[in-house]
């Protein structure tokens, strides 16, 4: 199917539950204050890692935030991306019974899924005092948030679950563009979530990546990532369709790319190939040049080679002249790393900025790195013309991901 690039895609809803914000307003206020939402986990004893933070999700009553009883064998995961659901819904201001649901899509970016579900069905096991509820393993499966969407909502369109790493919700994002540009679907709900588990906490430890302070991205004396959890679903629709019915488009997605490193399954290149060519052909997929781009929304993990090799990447697609006039911004020094949901949430990150006009911070950053020599809008989110933006995903496998957005109604 060919792809009509006269057909411009919107983002018209958002929403958003992090450790720094549990809705759109909060999330706003929290990546523009510069608020930092890594602390003490509290889901699971983690006592005896040399990093024992993450940027949990603090509400301790998040089955409040929805109609529980209209989903069985919900995990915090799924409940999660319920709530973003919802919210986003809410904010499109669509009315779904106006709506031909055959014509909406469900694309969702997985990660680890409801391996807390599994955890407690394993633990229970262990103990032998009670058997374990086998429904514990039903939303083991990444796929289940976009069957739970599409069945609360009775979206009837296509769907499908991407899983490639944590660049997952950021290729769910461009999978649904291209579904609005080839005229498969006026709507699609795309997006991730994930929530902190024991195996992933101990799994990153064991790699020695995780920084026992915080994540300080480009900052000389970073020690590595922390994680976080949270969701982010998006509605992309058809701009005209949008605009026809009054809506508040926050940014437009332009174009996006994706590839492999083929290189190692968790270091990135290091000569940055990989990344450099995927951001290259996301541009060149939009239609834009380097020297439209303001601001770039780093992948950004706080791990010393990721970031220099992001560095070196955007040295070398936009020259060193350029790459030192374009504001950059790691948000995962305020919500850590979210794995299987960290693009959705930086791409609504994006959109916000663009939305806005605000440049969000890279928080703790006191003392930058010498080899990261680009200007990372150190601890305070800065007020500034932004008409294109790209955000980058560069997950394990080499799985690389780059979107791009514009400021809406702005002509490229």
Same mark, same amino acid.
Request: proline share 4%; net charge neutral.
């Given at each position: 199917?060919?792809?009509?690039?006269?057909?411009?895609?919107?983002?018209?809803?958002?929403?958003?539950?992090?450790?720094?914000?549990?809705?759109?307003?909060?999330?706003?206020?929290?990546?523009?204050?510069?608020?930092?939402?890594?602390?003490?986990?509290? $889901?699971?004893?983690?006592?005896?890692?040399?990093?024992?933070?993450?940027?949990?999700?603090?509400?301790?009553? @998040?089955?409040?935030?929805?109609?529980?009883?209209?989903?069985?064998?919900?995990?915090?995961?799924?409940?999660?991306?319920?709530?973003?659901?919802?919210?986003?819904?809410?904010?499109?201001?669509?009315?779904?019974?106006?709506?031909?649901?055959?014509?909406?899509?469900?694309?969702?970016?997985?990660?680890?899924?409801? +391996?807390?579900?599994?955890?407690?069905?394993?633990?229970? $096991?262990?103990?032998?005092?009670?058997?374990?509820?086998?429904?514990?393993?039903?939303?083991?499966?990444?796929?289940?948030?976009?069957?739970?969407?599409?069945?609360?909502?009775?979206?009837?369109?296509?769907?499908?679950?991407?899983?490639?790493?944590?660049?997952?919700?950021?290729?769910?994002?461009?999978?649904?563009?291209?579904?609005?540009?080839?005229?498969?679907?006026?709507?699609?709900?795309?997006?991730?979530?994930?929530?902190?588990?024991?195996?992933?906490?101990?799994?990153?430890?064991?790699?020695?990546? +995780?920084?026992? @302070?915080?994540?300080?991205?480009?900052?000389?004396?970073?020690?590595?990532?922390?994680?976080?959890?949270?969701?982010?679903?998006?509605?992309?629709?058809?701009?005209?369709?949008?605009?026809?019915?009054?809506?508040?488009?926050?940014?437009?997605?332009?174009?996006?790319?994706?590839?492999?490193?083929?290189?190692?399954?968790?270091?990135?290149?290091?000569?940055?190939?990989?990344?450099?060519?995927?951001?290259?052909?996301?541009?060149?997929?939009?239609? @834009?040049?380097?020297?439209?781009?303001?601001?770039?929304?780093?992948?950004?993990?706080?791990?010393?080679?990721?970031?220099?090799?992001?560095?070196? *990447?955007?040295?070398?697609?936009?020259?060193?002249?350029?790459?030192?006039?374009?504001?950059?911004?790691?948000?995962?020094?305020?919500?850590?790393?979210?794995?299987?949901?960290?693009? *959705?949430?930086?791409?609504? *990150?994006?959109?916000?900025?663009?939305?806005?006009?605000?440049?969000?911070?890279?928080?703790?950053?006191?003392?930058?790195?010498?080899?990261?020599?680009?200007?990372?809008?150190?601890?305070?989110?800065? *007020?500034?013309?932004?008409?294109?933006?790209?955000?980058?995903?560069?997950?394990?496998?080499?799985?690389?991901?780059?979107?791009?957005?514009?400021?809406?109604?702005?002509?490229?």
């Amino acid at each position: 199917m060919s792809i009509n690039p006269s057909r411009r895609v919107a983002i018209t809803g958002i929403g958003v539950i992090t450790a720094i914000g549990e809705s759109v307003p909060e999330f706003r206020q929290g990546l523009f204050n510069g608020k930092c939402g890594i602390g003490p986990v509290s $889901l699971f004893d983690t006592s005896g890692f040399p990093s024992q933070l993450a940027a949990q999700v603090k509400n301790k009553n @998040l089955e409040a935030c929805i109609d529980i009883q209209k989903f069985n064998r919900v995990s915090r995961c799924d409940l999660l991306g319920l709530i973003a659901a919802k919210e986003a819904f809410i904010n499109s201001g669509l009315n779904l019974d106006r709506c031909n649901r055959d014509n909406i899509g469900v694309i969702m970016g997985g990660g680890a899924g409801g +391996m807390r579900s599994w955890e407690k069905y394993r633990r229970t $096991l262990w103990l032998g005092k009670t058997r374990p509820r086998p429904s514990l393993l039903l939303p083991f499966a990444s796929c289940t948030l976009a069957d739970f969407i599409a069945s609360h909502y009775r979206l009837t369109g296509f769907r499908n679950t991407i899983s490639t790493a944590c660049s997952s919700s950021s290729t769910s994002i461009g999978y649904g563009f291209d579904l609005i540009q080839t005229g498969v679907h006026d709507i699609v709900v795309t997006g991730g979530s994930e929530a902190l588990s024991e195996l992933t906490f101990a799994g990153f430890n064991a790699l020695r990546v +995780m920084d026992p @302070l915080y994540c300080r991205p480009f900052d000389k004396n970073r020690n590595g990532l922390s994680l976080g959890e949270g969701s982010a679903i998006v509605i992309l629709e058809d701009y005209e369709r949008a605009q026809d019915r009054g809506a508040t488009i926050y940014a437009e997605v332009l174009g996006y790319a994706i590839n492999a490193d083929a290189f190692h399954m968790t270091t990135p290149d290091p000569d940055a190939m990989g990344m450099s060519t995927v951001m290259a052909k996301a541009l060149k997929r939009a239609g @834009l040049s380097t020297k439209q781009v303001d601001y770039i929304n780093a992948h950004g993990t706080a791990t010393k080679i990721n970031d220099d090799a992001e560095t070196r *990447a955007i040295n070398r697609v936009f020259g060193r002249k350029k790459a030192r006039e374009l504001a950059i911004s790691s948000t995962k020094s305020m919500i850590g790393h979210c794995l299987g949901s960290a693009g *959705a949430i930086e791409a609504a *990150a994006t959109a916000l900025a663009l939305y806005s006009q605000i440049i969000p911070p890279t928080i703790h950053l006191d003392e930058p790195d010498p080899d990261c020599n680009l200007d990372y809008v150190p601890n305070h989110s800065r *007020a500034q013309e932004i008409h294109f933006a790209l955000s980058n995903s560069f997950a394990f496998g080499g799985n690389n991901t780059s979107l791009v957005f514009g400021r809406a109604s702005v002509d490229i």
